[in-house]
């Protein structure tokens, strides 16, 4: 294969993927691995085809090839540290997540959660943690009691503790500050806190420094620019939901599985998650949720 080819055998696949040609997608993986090896770039590229598979119900193929991409992926953990491979974490993420999500599609649910939490506990699998966390909330968060967040650092007024607001309704508004996804779901969180805010919603905004600026990774950043960035991102894109409380932590994305920005979380007034939902989400479909748990 041609070196230009290999440097963009991801987004080969996924092209192949987006136009609907799992046929052309599974050559174009197989090959390159055929001629590299089982290298990170392979196993992310077949990563991406065992979600394609999974995407279009056929999860024979998907949970074939999510467990031949963990099972070399894994043989790669002692020698290639996932924070220091982005093609390694995807692929190793990826596989964790197909493989749960068929066992979940195929009434598994017991063994998916037992698998996950068995990932979880694995060394070397931390900087992907909350993606392994999204997938196990997914399957059990919802109608439990909400994780307290950890409140060391924030923007805005102070956050209250989850428990302090016993007795009226939460929105988490977990968001990243390069993320376009989080500022479209900021707009519809506008309509969401004027329509409901004088019921008693509340709505706070968790975030967490990520080292850069953009998404690309081009601009780093320390820790206090980082803060600054979000500061000012708040005020020229968030500017209608000033007021809002704005925790800064990495430890309530692991526990919260914010591996997609955004991720919404709406507590009941009981303390208890009503939804959990990574990505974003409609005005009426959010509207209809806050207003059951207001009923």
């Known amino acids: ?43 992310e590229a077949l990563s991406w085809l065992a979600r394609g598979f999974l995407n279009n119900r056929r999860f024979t193929k998907a949970a074939d090839y999510a467990k031949d991409v963990h099972r070399l992926a894994v043989k790669l953990l002692p020698d290639t540290p996932l924070d220091s491979n982005a093609h390694l974490a995807t692929a190793l993420g990826a596989s964790i997540e197909v493989a749960a999500q068929v066992m979940a599609r195929q009434k598994r649910g017991s063994e998916a959660v037992r698998f996950l939490k068995r990932e979880l506990s694995r060394d ?12 196990l909330n997914l399957l ?13 650092e924030w923007l805005g007024p102070k956050p209250p503790a989850l428990a302090e607001l016993r007795g009226r ?3 988490l508004f977990c968001w990243a500050h390069y993320c376009e996804d989080s500022e479209a779901q900021g707009r519809v969180l506008v309509r969401i806190r004027n329509r409901f805010e004088r019921q008693g919603l509340v709505l706070i905004g ?41 925790p800064i932590s990495e430890q309530n994305f692991v526990i919260y599985g914010v591996s997609t920005t955004p991720t919404l979380v709406l507590i009941d007034p009981e303390g208890k998650v009503s939804l959990y939902h990574p990505g974003k989400m409609p005005y009426n479909d959010l509207a209809k949720r806050v207003w059951n748990v207001l009923s």
Do not use: F, W
């Open 169 to 171: 309704p939460v929105l």
């Open 140 to 152: 059990t968060l919802t109608g439990q009691r909400a994780p307290e967040l950890e409140i060391r």
């Open 206 to 246: 968790p975030t967490r420094r990520y080292g850069y600026l953009d998404e690309e990774r081009i601009q780093p950043a320390s820790p206090r620019r980082e803060k600054q960035h979000i500061k000012q991102v708040l005020a020229e894109h968030y500017a209608h939901l000033s007021g809002m409380a704005v």
């Open 1 to 43: 294969m041609a070196k230009a080819a290999m440097e963009t055998i991801t987004s080969a696949v996924r092209s192949a993927i987006t136009r609907g040609d799992l046929r052309r997608a599974e050559r174009l993986a197989l090959s390159y691995r055929g001629e590299s090896g089982a290298t990170p770039e392979a196993l």
């Open 124 to 135: 070397g699998t931390a900087p992907i943690h909350p993606r392994i966390r999204k997938n």
